[in-house]
T-cell receptor, first 115, second 114 residues
Framework: DGGITQSPKYLFRKEGQNVTLSCEQN?????MYWYRQDPGQGLRLIYY???????QKGDIAEGYSVSREKKESFPLTVTSAQKNPTAFYLC??????????????FGPGTRLTVL | KQEVTQIPAALSVPEGENLVLNCSFT??????LQWFRQDPGKGLTSLLL?????REQTSGRLNASLDKSSGRSTLYIAASQPGDSATYLCAVSPSNFGNEKLTFGTGTRLTIIP
């Protein structure tokens, strides 16, 4: 089955640690995205990538980093510089980011909690 | 800056009723509007995408309409079922960017009462 997988489902981080969230898709989509969801707020874009080896900052990129070495994978690292990382993180993909009508499809999410 | 609003934040209706969910946006220069469903603790499921040149889209019991000039979209759910209980989110993409710049509303939490 084609789809987007995220791992782990739950992640706990101690203050000062970096953690990496995994996102893999087998939809052959060119574009991938990372969003953060907080209670009572809409999803906010962290980073996006339209093609391998290229990515752009979204609205709230501070304290996060990404890489796009393979078309299928777009890992997100939450660094110790992110002051309030506890949130639900969602990865998405779309067929081609510069074709404006394309739908975004989402993974199941990773819930990150800082201890 | 684009702002997307969904009112009410929560809605409860008896099973079998038809219902309408609302989405409004402040900047009418959009390229498309997408409706999503989110179950508790889960990711988003895409329901419908309306291109800016379209007025509506239908999928099964769902019908979404778009009025760009007034900055509004509605999601109509016919003959509601308990399985429709979820949070419904709308998102718009601006006309001066590609699809990556989606702006989301905060959602309407729908409960269908059996």
């Amino acid at each position: 089955d084609g789809g987007i997988t995220q791992s782990p489902k739950y992640l706990f981080r101690k203050e000062g640690q970096n953690v990496t969230l995994s996102c893999e898709q087998n939809l052959n989509h060119d574009a991938m995205y990372w969003y953060r969801q907080d209670p009572g707020q809409g999803l906010r874009l962290i980073y996006y990538s339209q093609i391998v080896n290229d990515f752009q900052k979204g609205d709230i990129a501070e304290g996060y980093s990404v890489s796009r070495e393979k078309k299928e994978s777009f890992p997100l690292t939450v660094t110790s510089a992110q002051k309030n990382p506890t949130a639900f993180y969602l990865c998405a993909s779309s067929r081609r980011g510069w074709e404006r009508y394309n739908e975004q499809f989402f993974g199941p999410g990773t819930r990150l909690t800082v201890l | 800056k684009q702002e997307v609003t969904q009112i009410p934040a929560a809605l409860s209706v008896p099973e079998g009723e038809n219902l309408v969910l609302n989405c409004s946006f402040t900047d009418s220069a959009i390229y498309n509007l997408q409706w999503f469903r989110q179950d508790p603790g889960k990711g988003l499921t895409s329901l419908l995408l309306i291109q800016s040149s379209q007025r509506e889209q239908t999928s099964g019991r769902l019908n979404a309409s778009l009025d760009k000039s007034s900055g509004r979209s509605t999601l109509y759910i016919a003959a509601s079922q308990p399985g429709d209980s979820a949070t419904y989110l709308c998102a718009v993409s601006p006309s001066n960017f590609g699809n990556e710049k989606l702006t989301f509303g905060t959602g309407t939490r729908l409960t269908i009462i059996p």
